[in-house]
């Protein structure tokens, strides 16, 4: 299953192989499109095809077997969790240029099978790898022979398209998720900033407040404010919500700070980075190695959050 992958690196981490599954697998799920299934629609301009999930009618074994070899192919922490996506394109369709960046709590990486039999290069439908939102330059591509796949990693640069197909074009897509970015992640980072009043932040914080929004664009103070607010609503004392606010706001002139309080500004900035933006793998691995050598919390809050975003990286 999935042996030989040919890696690349450029414009993005990304591998293809062919033969993806074995005859057996295959007749499994290609088998799937010959079911009555509850095809939804999606037209428009962009992005016009017919999907459905498909992941409640594969066998839960083969499902823990392609996780368990995605993760040696990609080399990062998946979950158990995955979902599997049918997608048909009839004649005349195509895929424009996008980035499936991961959002909060959702899928972070892809593998994208095909079961077209005798595809000819006149059939179009290939998948083109980018590396910009133009799409002006095609990288690489992946047409869209039977048993064949193409799996990456989902980031805000992995920019993809599909070249307009002549013939009915078959698809499955597998999603996989992160032990970083669970759906609970998502669930605590909407809980954590929900219903955010930011005048209910301590005033001790007013003097460099005014400082920063004289001086910095109104997206980095807004973001700086946002740390201030996870460091408040787990409870901690008003100078680490200001220091945290100063670390955000001037991290050049960020004080000096013992190691619990670093490590609860350190957690309140990603969350930061989860609620204004959405998840950063790079960030996010930069990060668990230097929350690992920092002290940990017996506030349950931060403890609780810390867990969910970085499970088993508490240090003593």
């Known amino acids: 299953m999935l042996a030989n992958p040919v890696h690349h690196r450029h ?47 594969i066998d839960p074994s083969l499902l823990a077997a392609v996780v368990e070899r995605m993760r040696i192919l990609t080399g990062l922490p998946l979950t158990a969790r ?89 698809t499955l897509v597998f999603n996989f998720w992160h032990v970083g970015n669970s759906p609970a992640l998502g669930d605590a980072v909407k809980a954590l900033f929900a219903h955010m009043q930011f005048g209910e932040l301590p005033s001790l914080l007013d003097p460099i407040r005014v400082e920063a929004e004289q001086s910095l664009p109104e997206e980095h103070t807004y973001r700086a404010l946002v740390v201030a607010t996870a460091l408040q609503r787990w409870g901690l004392p008003e100078g680490v919500i200001r220091d945290g606010y100063q670390a955000a706001a001037f991290p050049a002139e960020a004080p000096g700070i013992d190691s619990a309080a670093a490590a609860a500004i350190a957690l309140a900035q990603w969350a930061a980075q989860l609620y204004v933006d959405d998840f950063d793998l790079a960030h996010w691995q930069r990060l668990n190695v230097a929350l690992a050598s920092l002290r940990s919390t017996d506030r349950a809050s931060l403890a609780a959050f810390w867990e969910i975003a970085f499970p088993g990286s508490r240090g003593p």
């Open 82 to 170: 995955v979902a599997v996506t049918a997608q048909t394109m009839a004649p005349g369709q195509r895929i424009g240029v996008h980035s499936d960046r991961p959002l909060v709590g959702f899928e972070a990486v892809r593998l994208v099978a095909q079961w077209n039999r005798g595809w000819q290069a006149e059939d179009g439908g290939v998948l083109q790898v980018h590396d910009d939102a133009a799409g002006t330059r095609v990288c690489a591509s992946a047409a869209p022979r039977f048993n064949s796949a193409l799996g990456f990693i989902m980031h805000p640069g992995s920019y993809h398209s599909v070249t307009e197909t002549a013939k009915p074009r078959r």
């Open 11 to 57: 414009p993005y981490p990304f591998f293809t192989v062919e033969p993806a599954f074995s005859p057996a697998v295959c007749a499994c799920l290609e088998g799937l499109f010959d079911q009555d299934l509850p095809w939804r629609a999606h037209g428009g301009s962009f992005y016009e095809v017919r999907n459905c999930d498909l992941t409640e009618r």
